[in-house]
C-alpha cells in the first residue's frame, strides 16, 4: 500500500484545483466538470496527486486536516504570492504565531510556516497535521497503512515517506472528538498487487478504524475511518 491522493471536496473543483496547482506547482492530470486533479512530484520522494472533487456544499464542521506551507526565509514573499493567486488573510483565533494563516478560495485554512528545521526538502508543502484523538495509536495506524515512518518533528508523532523527502504526516492532538460530517480534506490509499483489500480491511479494524458504508453509488473503492473517525479511503490495486 502507499498513499496516492489528498483529496478536497469542492463546490467549483476547477477553480479550486487550479489555485492549489499553482500553489504546488503541480502537473496537471485530469479536468473535468466534477474532478480536477494535479500531480506533486517531490524530487527522490513521493509523488502525490491533490484531487478535488464535487460535492454541493462544504460541511461546517471545524477542518481537522490541512496544509501546512513552505515558507521558511521566504515567507513574507510566499504570503504575498498566494494573496495573489486568490488566497486570502484568516484568524481563526491562531493570536501571535510565527506562521501566516491564510484560507484557499473555498475557505479552507492552510498556514504558510516559518523556518524550521524539519521542513528540509518537504517540497512545497511542508506538513499534513491530521487531528488524532491518541496520536501514538494514530501513528501506528498510519505508519502501518502508507509504509511512512517516524520522523523528527513538533507534533507528538510525526511520519515521513521513507525517502525522508517530501511533506510530513503530523498527529496532533484533536480540540473536540470528530463529529459525524466528513472532513473536507482526506488520504487515499492506493493497494500494491500483491494486497489483498479484505485482508487491509482487516487490518485496518484490527488497528482500531472502521469500515464505514456510505449511500454515494457504486464505487471501485472502499471508504474507512481512522481509529479518530477521520475518513480514508483505500483504492484498488491498477492493473
Not at 502537473?27 to 474532478?35: C, F, G, M, S, V
Given at each position: 500500500m502507499y498513499l496516492e491522493n489528498l483529496v478536497f471536496d469542492a463546490v467549483e473543483p476547477q477553480r479550486l484545483g487550479r489555485f492549489w496547482e499553482m500553489v504546488v506547482g503541480g502537473e496537471r492530470l485530469t479536468d473535468e466538470p466534477d474532478i480536477f486533479e494535479t500531480r506533486l512530484t517531490v524530487e527522490g520522494g513521493p509523488v502525490l496527486d491533490l484531487c478535488f472533487q464535487?460535492?454541493?456544499e462544504l460541511p461546517s464542521e471545524p477542518l481537522r486536516f490541512h496544509l501546512d506551507l513552505l515558507g521558511g526565509t521566504s515567507q513574507g514573499a510566499e504570503v504575498e504570492r498566494l494573496l495573489a493567486l486568490g488566497a486570502r488573510h484568516l484568524d481563526i483565533g491562531q493570536g501571535d504565531v510565527p506562521w501566516v494563516v491564510l484560507a484557499d478560495p473555498e475557505g479552507n485554512p492552510c498556514c504558510?510556516?516559518?523556518d524550521r528545521a524539519a521542513y528540509?526538502?518537504?517540497g512545497p508543502i511542508a506538513a499534513l497535521p491530521l487531528h488524532s484523538a491518541d496520536p501514538d495509536r494514530?501513528?501506528?495506524f498510519w505508519s502501518w497503512l502508507t509504509g511512512?515512518?517516524?520522523?523528527p518533528g513538533v507534533a507528538p508523532r510525526t511520519l515521513r515517506h521513507l525517502s525522508l523527502r517530501g511533506p510530513l504526516l503530523e498527529l496532533c492532538?484533536?480540540?473536540e472528538p470528530k463529529g459525524i460530517a466528513k472532513n473536507r480534506l482526506h488520504l487515499d490509499v492506493r493497494l500494491e498487487p500483491a494486497d489483498d483489500a479484505d485482508d487491509v480491511a482487516s487490518g485496518i479494524a484490527?488497528?482500531?478504524g472502521r469500515e464505514l458504508h456510505p449511500d454515494w453509488g457504486d464505487l471501485p473503492w472502499r471508504v474507512f475511518a481512522d481509529p479518530s473517525g477521520n475518513e480514508l479511503c483505500v483504492l484498488p490495486a491498477r492493473s
Amino acid at each position: 500500500m502507499y498513499l496516492e491522493n489528498l483529496v478536497f471536496d469542492a463546490v467549483e473543483p476547477q477553480r479550486l484545483g487550479r489555485f492549489w496547482e499553482m500553489v504546488v506547482g503541480g502537473e496537471r492530470l485530469t479536468d473535468e466538470p466534477d474532478i480536477f486533479e494535479t500531480r506533486l512530484t517531490v524530487e527522490g520522494g513521493p509523488v502525490l496527486d491533490l484531487c478535488f472533487q464535487r460535492v454541493p456544499e462544504l460541511p461546517s464542521e471545524p477542518l481537522r486536516f490541512h496544509l501546512d506551507l513552505l515558507g521558511g526565509t521566504s515567507q513574507g514573499a510566499e504570503v504575498e504570492r498566494l494573496l495573489a493567486l486568490g488566497a486570502r488573510h484568516l484568524d481563526i483565533g491562531q493570536g501571535d504565531v510565527p506562521w501566516v494563516v491564510l484560507a484557499d478560495p473555498e475557505g479552507n485554512p492552510c498556514c504558510v510556516m516559518e523556518d524550521r528545521a524539519a521542513y528540509v526538502d518537504t517540497g512545497p508543502i511542508a506538513a499534513l497535521p491530521l487531528h488524532s484523538a491518541d496520536p501514538d495509536r494514530d501513528a501506528e495506524f498510519w505508519s502501518w497503512l502508507t509504509g511512512w515512518t517516524d520522523a523528527p518533528g513538533v507534533a507528538p508523532r510525526t511520519l515521513r515517506h521513507l525517502s525522508l523527502r517530501g511533506p510530513l504526516l503530523e498527529l496532533c492532538p484533536e480540540r473536540e472528538p470528530k463529529g459525524i460530517a466528513k472532513n473536507r480534506l482526506h488520504l487515499d490509499v492506493r493497494l500494491e498487487p500483491a494486497d489483498d483489500a479484505d485482508d487491509v480491511a482487516s487490518g485496518i479494524a484490527e488497528r482500531g478504524g472502521r469500515e464505514l458504508h456510505p449511500d454515494w453509488g457504486d464505487l471501485p473503492w472502499r471508504v474507512f475511518a481512522d481509529p479518530s473517525g477521520n475518513e480514508l479511503c483505500v483504492l484498488p490495486a491498477r492493473s
